[in-house]
């Protein structure tokens, strides 16, 4: 059963940096390509980066400051990093890997 499990997520200053994490089980992690999307109340999921297997990423033209995605195929594991998170960021971020997503993890940009 193909399980995917983000983690990560909680309250982050502006400015401030957090890193969060997608573990993927029960499928070939190393095979797909792992974007993120992000998705706040009352608007539709949205597209902000993605690293394929042979580690070429994308970012969405929203994107802006050090957001960086990796990923670790050993463990099975994405990432998705903000140095400089600001407020409009604040949404739930999910992964998503061959159609499968997972539950999400929330992200909130306060002071």
């Known amino acids: 059963q193909v399980q995917l499990v983000e983690s990560g997520g909680g309250l982050v200053q502006p400015g401030g940096s957090l890193r969060i994490s997608c573990a993927v089980s029960?499928?070939?992690?190393?095979?797909?390509?792992m974007p993120w999307y992000r998705q706040t109340p009352g608007k539709e999921r949205e597209y902000v980066a993605s690293?394929?297997?042979?580690?070429?990423?994308n970012y969405a033209d929203f994107v802006k400051g050090p957001f960086t995605i990796s990923r670790d195929n050993a463990k099975s594991t994405g990432y998705l990093e903000m140095n400089s998170w600001e407020v409009e960021d604040t949404a739930v971020y999910y992964c998503?890997?061959?159609?499968?997503w997972g539950q999400g993890t929330q992200v909130t940009v306060s002071s």
């Open positions: 998503n890997v061959y159609f499968n």
């Open positions: 690293i394929t297997r042979r580690d070429v990423i």
């Open positions: 029960g499928m070939s992690f190393s095979q797909y390509t």
